[in-house]
C-alpha cells in the first residue's frame, strides 16, 4: 500500500482472451504494491505548474481509455508483448491547489513504488514537466546512484526557478541546481526552431547540458544517435531515465500539447528513438508529459500518438530485455 496514490477514474480488468487488448492486458492494482512487475505505470495527475494554461492533469485517464484502441500484438515485431507483467498502480495523489505538496506527494509515491517494486521498470504518466523534477530526485535519493536523463524536447527546461518557480519550464534546471544531476549526463534531443532564448542557451552552456538539435538528429538515425547516446551515458552513469515531453512533437502531429510548435519533430520519429530506447537495460524509468486532452482533436490523436509511443518502448523492452 502506499497512502500517496489513490485509484483512477478510468479503470479496466485484467482479461485473457485471445485477442487481447492493451485494457485487458494492464493489470489494476490500484495502491497496490507487489514486487512481481515488469512494469509499473504511475498516473501523475498535475498541471497547474504548466506555464501555458494546461489540462494535462487529464491526461492519464485519456491514456487508460484510449487502451481500448490498441492490442498486444505487433505486426512489426510479430510478437504478442502479454507476457510482459504490467501493473497500473493508479494516480498520484494530488493537493487542490498547493503544487510544493504536489510534487512532495509525487516524490513519497516514486519512493513507495521503488521500495516495494525494486525490479520493475517505472513508467510515469503526466502532467506537466515540473513532474519529472521530484520523480529523479525521488530515484537519485532512494537508490543513490547516479542518474543520465534523455530529455525529448523543444525546450531546454532550464529556466530559472526564481522567475518561473517549480513550474514546467524548470525541471532540468531544479535538479543541476540542486546537485540530483550533473549537466553532461543530461542529453536533449529533439531542440529546434525559435522557442529557446539566449539566456537559456548561456545556461546550458554554463552546466554543460547536451545538446542534440532535431536537425542533427535527422542526419543520424534514431538507432546511431541513441546508440551514441546510451554508449557515452553508460560510461558515466548507473541508471537513465527517459522523459518525454510530448511538445517535442510538430504542432500538426500533436495538436493536443499547448506548447508544441511548427517544425517540431514527427510521430514516426518519436516512435523509433523510443523503440532505441527499449533497448537499453540501463534505462530504468521513462515519463510522458504535456498532453491536454482537452486540446486534442476529436478522434484523439495525441492521445492515441502517446500511447503508441508508450507501447512501442514497451515492445522493444519485451523484444529486447524479456
Ligand atoms: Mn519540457
Known amino acids: 500500500m502506499s497512502q500517496f496514490l489513490i485509484s483512477p477514474a478510468t479503470t479496466w480488468n485484467r482479461v485473457n482472451h485471445e485477442d487481447m487488448k492493451v485494457k485487458d492486458w494492464i493489470e489494476p492494482s ?20 504548466s506555464i501555458s494554461a494546461s489540462a494535462a492533469s487529464e491526461y492519464p485517464d485519456s491514456f487508460r481509455k484510449s487502451w481500448n484502441f490498441f492490442t498486444t500484438y505487433s505486426i512489426d515485431e510479430d510478437v504478442d508483448f502479454r507476457a510482459l507483467r504490467i501493473a497500473d498502480v493508479g494516480d498520484v495523489k494530488m493537493h487542490g491547489t498547493n503544487i510544493l505538496q504536489c510534487h512532495e506527494n509525487i516524490e513519497h509515491a516514486i519512493t513507495d513504488i521503488q521500495k516495494k517494486c525494486p525490479d520493475s521498470f517505472y513508467v510515469q504518466i503526466g502532467g506537466d514537466h515540473s513532474i519529472t523534477a521530484p520523480i529523479i530526485r525521488s530515484l537519485a535519493k532512494h537508490t543513490g546512484k547516479r542518474i543520465g536523463i534523455v530529455q525529448f524536447d523543444t525546450h531546454l527546461d532550464l529556466r530559472s526557478t526564481e522567475s518561473d518557480g517549480p513550474s514546467n519550464g524548470t525541471p532540468i534546471r531544479q535538479l543541476l541546481d540542486a546537485g540530483i544531476i550533473r549537466g553532461e549526463d543530461v542529453y536533449n534531443i529533439g531542440l529546434h526552431g525559435f522557442y529557446n532564448a539566449p ?7 554554463h552546466y554543460g547540458v547536451n545538446r542534440i538539435t532535431l536537425k542533427q538528429f535527422r542526419e543520424n538515425g534514431a538507432e546511431k544517435q541513441i546508440a551514441e547516446v546510451m554508449k557515452a551515458l553508460q560510461d558515466k552513469v548507473d541508471i537513465v531515465y527517459v522523459t518525454v515531453d510530448m511538445d517535442v512533437l510538430d504542432i500538426t502531429y500533436a495538436p493536443g500539447v499547448p506548447a508544441s510548435t511548427p517544425g517540431g519533430m514527427r510521430t514516426d520519429e518519436l516512435f523509433d528513438l523510443l523503440y532505441e530506447v527499449g533497448k537499453y537495460d540501463i534505462v530504468r524509468g521513462m515519463d510522458f508529459v504535456c498532453l491536454d486532452p482537452y486540446r486534442d482533436t476529436l478522434e484523439q490523436q495525441t492521445v492515441k500518438a502517446g500511447t503508441y509511443a508508450f507501447l512501442t518502448a514497451m515492445v522493444s523492452r519485451y523484444v529486447y530485455l524479456k
Open 30 to 49: 490500484y495502491a497496490q504494491l507487489e514486487n512481481r512487475f515488469d512494469v509499473v505505470i504511475t498516473g501523475v495527475p498535475l498541471s497547474r505548474s
Open 199 to 205: 539566456s537559456l542557451m548561456k545556461a546550458a552552456n
